[in-house]
């Protein structure tokens, strides 16, 4: 079985072919053949691109497929049996894999409004797979699914209530899918299921989110009803005072789109070091004696220190903290200075982890499992019939 796996960013598709492990009847991290190949289309809609938006940047992925090198793999669209979709805001209607249909398109476009970088880049590629792999069955993959368990007292924010019920304001939190692989493969590390162990997941790349995780379940999360909550970031802001909001408005004179480029767009470790958003450039500024860089790279490794700290706590005990994202992976020595810094609170038997993420990977799994499950049920009614 064939699962193609598409990936819409703001400005990207990133695209990756996977192949069945015939031996455990799952997609297995282990057998790393089972990425067939993968690539992905850049700058989409910007000046001299080849494709004008992601709708023709599938076509463009689909004439991939078929080259003429591929076909020993692919030979006809109906080799591919499933798509799976990374969809960034789903929502609270949606806690797991869902097959795409036309009213979870319209979920989808309805989140759009929290999501506006990534959703309706995510609705022109279900539409544009529709068309060049007419066909194919189609699966949505929530960012937000896996923080659909937060309890409410973890979810709500201290706002008039009625405005949770108009709006649907309330903490979402997103790169659900990357905390929840990174979460499974601490599991086999640790030689514990996962649905005894108390984790902590720290995604670090120009976005950082972490995760409290227990028993499996997300039960907390820094990132909010947006992705500005929670840790410091390229160019996000993370936690801070909503009155600054207000008051930067009213004293710069800036309107509320110029407000929200500022919090996006240029504060983060850009903002602080006047550097770069790259954490290479700022360690590598620090190093050198740039006083802003330091102090930015301070707070960056302050607050994940803090919210270890806090979800310790909040799950009661903990036995693993698990390091991922192109930060997470490539710079140990933020793990390592935590792991210092925290082994007296925290104690010896924490594990402090590196573990690559593979967000393809576990949207290959969830759309071949909701794919080959209906399958089955399908063909055993079938059967019961004869």
Known sequence: MLILVINCGSSSVKYELFGENRDS???SLENRSLSLFSGSVERIGEKGSSCKNHYEAVGVIRKRLFAPDKKRIIRKVD?????GHRIVHGGEEFSKATE?????????ARSSKLAPLHNPSALEGIKACARYFRGIRQVA??????????PAYAYLYGIPFSFYKKYKIRKYGFHGTSHRFVASEAAKKLGKSLTKLKIITVHLGNGCSMAAISGGKSIDTTMGFTPLEGLLMGTRTGDMDPAIVTFLMEKEGLSVNEMNEVMNNKS????LSGVSNDMRDIARA??????RAHT???IFVYRIKKYIGAYAAVLGGLDGVVFTGGIGENMPEIKKTLAANLRPLLGNKVKFLTIPTNEELLIARDTYKLIKKTKTREYKNAKSKT
């Open 25 to 27: 009847d799952l997609f």
């Open 79 to 83: 080799d591919i049996k499933g798509i």
């Open 100 to 108: 795409i249909t036309r009213g979870v398109l319209k979920s989808i």
């Open 141 to 150: 993959v929530f960012d937000t699914a896996f923080h659909q368990s937060l």
């Open 268 to 271: 983060g470790l850009l903002g």
């Open 286 to 291: 620090a190093k050198k004696g740039n006083k």
């Open 296 to 298: 930015a790279f301070k």
